[in-house]
């Protein structure tokens, strides 16, 4: 009878574990799932004076200028040519920074929604930073050569010397100025976190999720092998001490250096895609002013774009049913006879 009582008394532990096991994974796959709003830490943040919030019932508009409240280069290291996609220290001429502000308007989501479904980051404009500047993703104009991995640095005849990427993590394009990071920029992190302490919002994905530096609520150096393929984790941070999802940047020279996919529900038509890099080539069009030409709005036109690059005239004027010559005419690009 004793021993009976005691295989009893076993099981009944066995049982107990297994459902206190089973309640907290439940437990935290509802809290995973469960919307948290991101308004207060939005509102809380350190952002550069001049990027613009807006705060609606559902939404926050961004605007940036582009244009980060840290130290630049004086010289940058671009493509000799507009024939060359990603430079080298073969195909690259120095010029002086060519940072200047942009027309940056992105409308992010209040509570933003974790999908089990990812969607791939594209080359463009993926996420704002704090600084006032945009993130993009790990990779460079041909969408498979790693930014961080191939930077260099170059000198000319006049013995000025310049890199392709910054200290900062960052370069401007060319034509357009248009200022970005490709992973974790130090510049960033330094003017709100402390060494060996946690890493605090720096920045939020265009999916809502926020975005943070390579150190954990505890200050332990954060790894690839504590995220997802994202880039991204649920864990308590100093903004979100509860626990949320967010991205986090790690500094490495390879893949994971900055965000490869969404995993929250992404509006396509905030990405904005990546100008060409190469120093020759066409300005990108004022897509405001082509929208009004159109008679649409602005987002309906970056929609109809999507993310593919190089964007597909064709693709884009049939979704918007005009002609290819009138979506040219509109964007300012002479239509080739």
Known sequence: MKKLVVALAGIFVIALNSLV????????????????????????????????????????????????????????????SQDVVVPDSTTAKIVKDPTKAQSYKFTIPTTPQYTSAVTATSLGSIGVMISGAVIYNPFEGDNKTVAMANNFTITNSQGITASFVDKCAGHPIPDSGAYHYHGLSTCVTAKVDKIGKPSHLIGFALDGFPIYGDRDINGKQITAKNLDQCNGTKSATPEFPKGIYHYVLLGTSDVRSSIACFHGKVDAS??????????GQMPMPDTAAAAKKLGITEDALKAAFGTTMPPDIAAAAKKLGITEVVLLDALGIQAKP
Do not use: C
């Not at 991101?38 to 943040?45: I, R």
């Not at 004086?74 to 000799?80: F, R, T």
């Not at 905030?270 to 120093?279: H, N, R, Y």
């Open 270 to 279: 905030q990405i904005q895609a990546m100008p060409p890099m190469g120093g």
């Open 21 to 80: 096991f089973y309640a907290a994974s439940a437990a935290n796959a509802a809290s995973t799932s469960k919307s948290v709003s991101v308004v207060s830490a939005a509102k809380a943040a350190k952002w550069n004076p001049t990027v613009k919030l807006t705060y609606g019932k559902s939404s926050i508009v961004m605007e940036p200028t582009g244009i980060p409240n840290h130290a630049r280069d004086e010289y940058y290291a671009v493509p000799i």
